[in-house]
C-alpha cells in the first residue's frame, strides 16, 4: 500500500474560533473574506497536488 506523504506531516491543532458576538459586523465581513481566500488557496493546492499524484501514478503504473 502506498505511503501518503501528508500522513508524515504533524497534524495541527485548530485555533480555537473567535468570540463572534464581540466582533463588528465589519470585522465579521473581513473574516468572511479572510477565509473565502483560504478556501480558494486551500482548493487550488488540493487540485495541484491531485494533478501531481495523477501524473506519479502514470508513470509507475506496472
Known amino acids: ?6 500522513d ?3 497534524r495541527r491543532k485548530k ?7 464581540r466582533l463588528s459586523v465589519e470585522e465579521l465581513h473581513e473574516m ?3 477565509l ?3 478556501i480558494v ?3 487550488d493546492v488540493i ?7 495523477g501524473a506519479a501514478s502514470s ?3 506496472f
Open 1 to 6: 500500500m502506498p505511503i501518503d506523504t501528508d
Open 8 to 10: 508524515l506531516e504533524p
Open 15 to 21: 485555533a480555537p474560533a473567535p468570540d463572534f458576538d
Open 32 to 34: 468572511i473574506e479572510d
Open 36 to 38: 473565502e481566500a483560504q
Open 41 to 43: 488557496k486551500a482548493r
Open 47 to 53: 487540485a495541484a497536488k491531485t494533478k501531481a499524484r
Open 59 to 61: 508513470v509507475f503504473k
